[in-house]
């Protein structure tokens, strides 16, 4: 299984990666190591898949069903409802060896992690989530916890997604940031040229600034396109029908 490994700094106790799309059983659209149980795939080779992650990490992962929203699960409300699925886009732990885990094809994933090392999360931003706040609410978790006092106390890493020279959008989605009040800056949304109303959209940018805006100043990562990197990354929009990759977060004690 190949993995891409954040850049960031943080402590020895915290472990992370991001799958690629290498390592798998699954046959083409879904070459090879597609992780996502709905999007037409054989059950039996996504049942596979998981397997070849699972031996990498301490524990099963917590799966989510994402829905472009920005409910964030944590441990107290996974002990809730053990029993019944999990809709969140957005996860945190203070627990060792509890896996979390998002899958994208283009959406933005974003690792969260304390100084401290003792406080992890993760996050699915789509442009839908991002704008609503799925980014701030997973931020709002990890400082409510005791581990994590200030938002200068967290970490953020922004794993691979539709990078800027790829993702076209429409006025609706530039008027949605600006009416959400936070500030961002122009690069976030260029203008096509002879192309009146469209625009090429920098999830990085945007996701940066909302980080920023809540007090967080240790923001790496976002030198990546899944469209454009054929090779290691599933594209929703590049292929239309796509497996999905892992960003998966955990820490020891």
């Not at 959406?107 to 839908?128: E, K, M, Q, T, Y």
């Not at 539709?162 to 936070?182: K, M, Q």
Request: with cysteine; aromatic share 8%.
């Amino acid at each position: 299984m190949d993995v891409v490994n954040p850049g960031w700094l943080v402590p020895s106790s915290v472990h992370a990666f991001v799958t690629t799309r290498d390592g798998g059983v699954s046959v083409p659209p879904y070459l090879s190591l597609n992780l996502g149980d709905h999007v037409g795939d054989e059950p039996q080779a996504v049942q596979a898949n998981r397997e070849i992650l699972r031996s990498a990490l301490p524990a099963n992962p917590i799966w989510m069903k994402q829905v472009h929203g920005t409910v964030v699960s944590t441990p107290a409300k996974r002990a809730s409802m053990s029993s019944v699925a999990i809709v969140a886009d957005a996860a945190v732990t203070d627990r060792p060896n509890e896996v979390l885990v998002v899958m994208t094809a283009d959406c933005l994933p974003v690792f969260f992690s304390n100084r401290a090392g003792n406080l992890v999360g993760i996050a699915h931003a789509g442009w839908r989530g991002l704008c609503a706040g799925v980014l701030e609410n997973t931020v709002t978790e990890m400082l409510g916890s005791s581990n994590s006092p200030s938002p200068d106390d967290l970490i953020a890493w922004m794993g691979p997604a539709i990078g800027p020279s790829a993702f076209e959008v429409g006025n609706d989605v530039r008027h949605a940031f600006l009416e959400a009040g936070i500030d961002f800056p122009e690069c976030a949304f260029v203008p096509i040229e002879d192309r009146p109303g469209k625009y090429f959209g920098n999830l990085y940018e945007l996701a940066r600034s909302r980080l920023a805006f809540m007090g967080l100043t240790n923001i790496s990562g976002g030198e990546f396109c899944t469209v454009n990197d054929e090779k290691r990354f599933f594209s929703h929009r590049r292929d239309a029908i796509s497996g999905r990759f892992a960003s998966v977060i955990w820490f020891t004690e």
